[in-house]
């Protein structure tokens, strides 16, 4: 009688596809296996274990990060076996095929329209040079610790610190597969800016309101955010062009105006928030920075006068969410990359930062803060 030869499928060859699974992208935030970057795994006889893995593209910049998490992954899977990592590139129509995947999730116009879970916040001031940079970065790192999915847009072309703020190295860019744009990653934050498309660091940015507006759109569709809870854009101070593109691409998002303590400063912050008021936005809450800060010895130092937040959220009828008092060490954790909310949690202004960042996120929608139409200036 001839014998039946079956052919059972090595149990490791499972354990590793499961522990792969729990490998992420790190920049498609999206396990590997899922992604189609997992190729064949056999098992040679008397050979070392084969896996292989396919990049996105040849120069992923976090291969080595990959790599080391899948050999990791592996070894959890065989203990002590010998094993060897094929890192190969995948083909032109996988990589088709996925990009198409990741679109396909994605409506026809871009991802944060009024359907989109998405919390959308835009970060404006009057004046520059008021701190709404650094606001944004600590509310995005700091909504990021909290476990949050974030991006952020900084759609500053006059100031584009983000990247910087974020730690992020000069030159860093987003990855381009295929059509899509992946945005570097920095805290667990998820980051584009204007700056990252510069051919020089010392390029002047002299745009026309379509150009901007073009870009902005652009970075709202072809920038592979993945499924964000919050995403946060930094706007360029004023009332200009920036904040009427963001009324007709995001009419749902929703407005802090950070302002300083000064009247002066206060007067023009709120009228950057009356203009996106005019476009359909909501003003949600005003973050006043650059706060009186108290010395070792008690004394108040109050450089920027007091008072200017509180004056801004009276007039929108919303909540003041924090005040950030004057602080070396967001001045400095700033300059270093790292978010003061991050490097100095016990500072009172990365205190102040947390706070807001939680007031923002766990609010409930609702109307206050939307200009009714009653009333032609407040
Ligand atoms: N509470 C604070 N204490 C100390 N320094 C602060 C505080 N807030 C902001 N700064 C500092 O003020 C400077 C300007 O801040 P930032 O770049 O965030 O302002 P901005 O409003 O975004 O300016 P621009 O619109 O020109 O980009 C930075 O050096 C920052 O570190």
Redesign the pocket.
């Known amino acids: 009688m001839r014998r039946l030869k079956i052919t059972v499928p090595d149990p490791r060859i499972q354990r590793i596809r499961e522990e792969l699974a729990t490998v992420i992208d790190p920049e498609l935030r999206r396990p590997i296996t899922e992604l189609d970057m997992v190729g064949d795994i056999s098992i040679p006889q008397d050979a070392p274990v084969q896996v292989e893995i396919n990049l996105t593209i040849a120069s992923c910049p976090r291969a080595d990060d990959i790599e080391n998490d899948t050999r990791a992954a592996i070894q959890r899977a065989i203990g002590e076996d010998p094993f060897e990592v094929i890192v190969g590139v995948m083909s032109r129509e996988k990589r088709r095929a996925l990009t198409e995947r990741l679109r396909g999730s994605r409506p026809k116009e871009h991802p944060f329209g009024k359907n989109s879970l998405t919390r959308v916040i835009a970060v404006t ?1 009057g004046k ?7 606001v944004t970065a600590n509310l995005a790192a700091a909504m990021a610790a909290d476990g949050l999915d974030v991006g952020v847009i900084d759609a ?1 072309v ?2 584009f ?1 983000i990247p910087g703020l974020l730690g992020m190295a000069p030159g860093t860019q987003p990855t381009q597969v295929g059509e899509l744009m992946l945005p570097p990653v920095a805290h667990e934050v998820k980051a584009v800016s204007i700056g990252m498309f510069l051919q020089s660091p010392d390029e002047v940015v002299a745009w026309r309101g379509p150009m901007l507006h073009r870009t902005l759109e652009q970075f709202l569709k072809d920038v592979f955010f993945g499924d964000l809870d919050v995403l946060l854009l930094d706007l ?2 004023g009332t200009g062009d920036v904040a009427l593109s963001l009324g007709q691409l995001l009419p749902h998002s929703e407005v802090v105006v950070v302002t300083t303590p000064q009247p002066a400063a206060a007067d023009v912050a709120w009228r950057s928030g009356a203009v996106a008021q005019k476009t359909g936005q909501r003003v949600v809450g005003v973050i006043e ?2 706060s009186p800060a108290i010395g070792p010895d008690g004394t108040e130092f109050a450089f920027f006068g007091a008072g200017g937040g509180e004056e801004v959220a009276r007039r929108f009828a919303v909540p003041l969410l924090a005040k ?4 070396m060490p ?2 400095a954790d ?1 300059d270093a990359g790292t978010p003061v909310v991050l490097a100095h949690p016990e500072d009172p ?1 990365a205190i102040a930062l947390r706070e807001a960042a939680r007031g923002l996120y766990q609010r409930p929608r609702g109307l206050a803060g939307r200009s009714l139409g009653l009333s032609p200036n407040e």
């Open positions: 001031s520059g040079g008021v701190g709404k940079s650094t500053d006059f100031g610190s360029p101070p920075t650059m950030v008092p004057l602080s967001l001045r700033g202004a």
